[in-house]
Each structure stands twice: as structure tokens, then as C-alpha cells.
């Protein structure tokens, strides 16, 4: 089959296609209802009080009485105890301990040389001979 | 454009639109009857606008296919999340009209059972060439895809209709 029988096999079936619509076009074409311009508003979008719109207010009222609740029941301030309140000078920072890290005295000193605690020496060191040069005659 | 030209221009559209509208909801008459209506109200209320930068046929289809497409969604979220949750049911699946179904010739039935068991991509986009005359690029412009992305859904649809028209024709025979 040469390339052109190719092309008129093709037109043909998509000519048939365009039969088959066509005539399908024509049956539904008689179902039809009829044009009405301006439309009548019991289309779906038209409705004052859609079922979305219905459930869309009963949420925001419901949002609104929550937070009504909420802001009546709960304190917007810490119940004040009556104590005075403590100096800024005095106070201390509740997370204070955590600073204290194991040998943090040891940083706190400076370390001096041949005191040295808690260490204790086993033996004396021999004391070394002092070296006499001899001097030849 | 004066409103009364608008109007007479979307009365010649009407069949068509209608065709259409049928196609976007799945042949189910009743749905394609609303979806018309809350067109041609977006229309009158401004909520659509035609602003002359394609055919008034191709703007109108777009608009029919996007309400179409607000209902669908409308229709699940209603289906999926209240029904559901509230009757324990499973949600009630639309099914086309039987009677437009039935009706018709010998033809066109075997054509409507072709093209419903094609992707709805494809089914739109056969319709939109073969039943209301489009070309390609205007019905790439109403389904808002790339032309490229409606050349392939036009070419592989058409060559998936051939096959089960003649699939069909073989049964018979």
C-alpha cells in the first residue's frame, strides 16, 4: 500500500467518524431544551441559600460561639498570689542549676605552681651532686 | 458587543452548548440542563466575561466545561464528606440518563458506547472536533491544555474509536 492509499484510508475512516457525530448530532439536536435567557435562577450557582453556603454560615457561627466560650472561660492573665514582687536583683532564673557543670570551682581558681592539691608525694627526689671541674695542672 | 446581539449570538450557540454541556456531564441530561443555566447566569451577571480574544464559542465552551467542573467537585465534596460521614452509605453515583441512552439510532448507540469507555480527555476532545466542528488549537483552548497535549489526546482517541467501532462491527458479524 503506497503512502497516498494510506492518506485516503485515513480521510475515509475520519470521514466516517464525522458521519457517525454528525448524525448523533442531529438526534440530540431535536432533544434540545429550550433557550431561556435570562435564566432562571434555580441554577445551581443562582440560589440565595445553597446547601454550601448553608453549611458555611452554620460553620462560622459555630466558629464564633467557640471562641465566645473560650474567651469567657478562659483567664487572659495569671491569678495574682497577693506576694510582692521579688527585686530584679534578687531574682533568680529558675535554670539557674544548670550552669553548675561537674569541676566548674576548678575554672573559678587559678592554679599555682608546686601547690598542688590533693597530691602527696610517694618519695623525696635525690638531690643532684654538683658537678666540680678539675682543673689540670 | 450590545446585550441583544450577545443574546442572539448565545441562542445560535445553544444547541451546541447544550451538546456540550451533556458531554462535560457525562450525558446525564438533567446536570447538563443545570450547568447551562448557571453559565448563561455568569454570563448575565458579569461572573464570565468575553473579552474577544478567541471565538465567542470557544469562550462560552470554556465557561461551560469550568461550571461543569465546579458541579462535579461540588457534587463529591457533598457525596464524599457529608453522606458519607453522616449515613454510612456509600455515595450515590450518578448514572447517565437511560432514556437518552436508548435513544437514537442504530449508530449513534454503538458510538456513545464507543466513546464512554474512552478517558474523558479524549472523549472531549473527539466531541469538541468531530461534533461541533472545532478545530484542534480551539479545542485545546476550551479544555485550557497545550496544543501538543490536544494533538495527542485527538490522535490517540481517534485511533482507540476506530478500534472499537470495528471491534464492535466484528461481534456482530
Known sequence: ?137 | MRQTDFQGELEGLHAASFGWALWCCEQRREEAEEVLQTAYLKVMEGAARFDGRSSLRTWFFGVIRRTAGERRRRRWVRDQLLVRWFTREPASVPVPDPEAQASGSQSSRELRKALAALPARQQQVLHLVFYQDLTVEEASRVLNVSLGTARTHFARGKAQLRNLLARHHEEIA
Open chain 1, 1 to 137: 500500500m503506497t503512502r497516498n492509499d494510506q492518506d485516503n484510508e485515513r480521510d475515509f475512516r475520519e470521514r466516517e467518524l464525522r458521519a457517525r457525530f454528525a448524525e448523533l448530532r442531529r438526534e440530540e439536536e431535536l432533544r434540545v431544551p429550550q433557550f431561556a435567557f435570562p435564566p432562571s435562577r434555580w441554577a445551581g450557582q443562582g440560589r440565595p441559600w445553597g446547601t454550601g453556603r448553608l453549611i458555611a454560615g452554620a460553620a462560622c457561627v459555630a466558629a464564633l460561639v467557640a471562641a465566645a466560650l473560650l474567651l469567657r472561660f478562659v483567664p487572659s492573665q495569671p491569678a495574682r498570689t497577693g506576694q510582692p514582687v521579688a527585686s530584679l536583683m534578687e531574682w533568680k532564673s529558675p535554670t539557674d542549676f544548670l550552669l553548675e557543670t561537674p569541676g566548674r570551682e576548678l575554672l573559678r581558681s587559678v592554679p599555682a605552681i608546686g601547690v598542688w592539691p590533693g597530691y602527696t608525694a610517694v618519695s623525696k627526689p635525690k638531690q643532684k651532686q654538683p658537678v666540680t671541674k678539675q682543673v689540670r695542672p
